[in-house]
């Protein structure tokens, strides 16, 4: 029996909730993870300055996502630990840097990790060049707004997440681009070719999802694919979205990818008030359903609640939406 085809587009915790999903039911699936590169902070920005490698962050993430669950937790070990006596760099970042210079390159590095991890997909970062982010943003300023250029993942995410809850103002991202011309990795383009459903994962919408649609090829083979388009909403707003409603995600997806969405996933079940409060001490509010009678929108129980964590104590259930997916 031939494999559904499913290929994921995002970055960061949301697409490695996704894929831990996805991965359970790799017996009817041929999973890919599409994977941003364009971040610039922590031990992986320090690696890509220093080192000239792509940010191995979200790459590993992906690589834990579709580790199987027996094997996970000893890998997450290996990858995921942060001695003090490297520099604050993971340990994965550190191995990931040394496979990329000494058994070469970046593609070679990722299938010996994922070999290493029996990964039960493939991981395609989405570009191999120099990916760098560059925002137009509106900022308050003096009463009124201006507008600046930023520059970077990191400083773009954190300008953006000054938002004055108070006055009900918010700096707000009006284009965001590629600061230079980064071509689609030669896989990835396959890929999307050759899918039957493209899946794009919740996550920081400017600094995670939308930076793979920025990449040279990307948009105009998601145009042509013939794919069922997938896109599972946020549950919460983030780093320049304060305030955003579910028709302004998928409007922004819309935009920069150049596609109509075919579905979108729709969390139904609200917060308590607690749980809302503690998202509001960082600004972020719960993202309110606004696409009425679309037909497109399948709502649904997709969350896990985990009320003694500090973070993400309602999130997204990797078995909940991979249901979903799969009976579209």
Known sequence: MRKQKIVTIGGGTGQYELLRGLCEHSDKLDITAIVNTCDNGGSSGVLRREKGIIPPGDILGAILGLTPKHLEKGCRVILKHRPDYINNHTTGNVIFEGLVKGYGGTMNAIKFLCERCNCVGKILPVTLDDFSLQAVIRQ???????????????????????????????????????????????????????ADKIVICPGDLYGSIIPNFLVSGIKETLEKSKAKKIYVCNLFTKEGNYNFRVSDFVNEIEKYSGIKLNKILVNSVVPTKEVLKKYLKENSKFVED?????????????????????KTLFRHSAEKVTCAILKL
């Open 140 to 194: 308050p300023f003096s009463g009124g707004f201006i507008n600046k250029i930023i520059r970077g993942q990191k400083e773009i995410s954190y300008l953006t997440s000054l938002n004055d809850d108070k006055l009900k103002i918010s700096s707000r991202i009006l284009k965001l681009s590629s600061k230079r011309e980064c071509q689609a990795y030669w896989e990835v383009i396959n890929a999307i070719k050759s």
């Open 290 to 310: 606004n696409l009425g009678k679309d037909s497109r929108v399948v709502r649904g129980d997709f969350v896990v609640v985990k009320p003694h964590e500090e």
